[in-house]
Nanobody
Framework: DVQLVESGGGSVQPGDSLRLSCTAP????????ITWFRQAPGKEREGVAA????????YYSDSVKGRFTISQDNAVNTVYLQMNSLNPEDTAVYYC???????????????????WGQGTQVTVS
């Protein structure tokens, strides 16, 4: 399987912005869904945003809707997560994951994904 690689995490103050990148060669051009998940200490992994690479349809969790934007750049095989108005509750390790768009299950169901990146830490304090 092709490796996904996240970058762009860091430590910021409440109200700041960050942009995460997920390099996903082999997935962007196909009929896949690429999803950003996050996991805070002691909590379950949460799907926050997804993009269907063929249709460019996007989906968001209620906790980030209106603040985060997911997008893709086919030229560089990268999916971005623009995060604005960050607050301490956004602190987590952020992962990107990919699966075939036709696979069963909801986009936010982490158990449906087999291809994951290594994660990038986002700290808001």
């Amino acid at each position: 399987d092709v490796q996904l690689v996240e970058s762009g995490g860091g430590s910021v103050q409440p109200g700041d912005s960050l942009r995460l990148s997920c390099t996903a060669p082999g997935y962007i051009a196909g009929t896949n869904v690429i999803t950003w998940f996050r996991q805070a200490p002691g909590k379950e992994r949460e799907g926050v945003a997804a993009i269907y690479t063929r249709s460019h349809n996007t989906y968001y969790s209620d906790s980030v809707k209106g603040r985060f934007t997911i997008s893709q750049d086919n030229a560089v095989n990268t999916v971005y997560l623009q995060m604005n108005s960050l607050n301490p509750e956004d602190t987590a390790v952020y992962y990107c994951a990919a699966k075939f768009a036709g696979d069963a299950g909801n986009w936010y169901d982490a158990t449906r994904y087999k291809n994951w990146g290594q994660g990038t830490q986002v700290t808001v304090s």
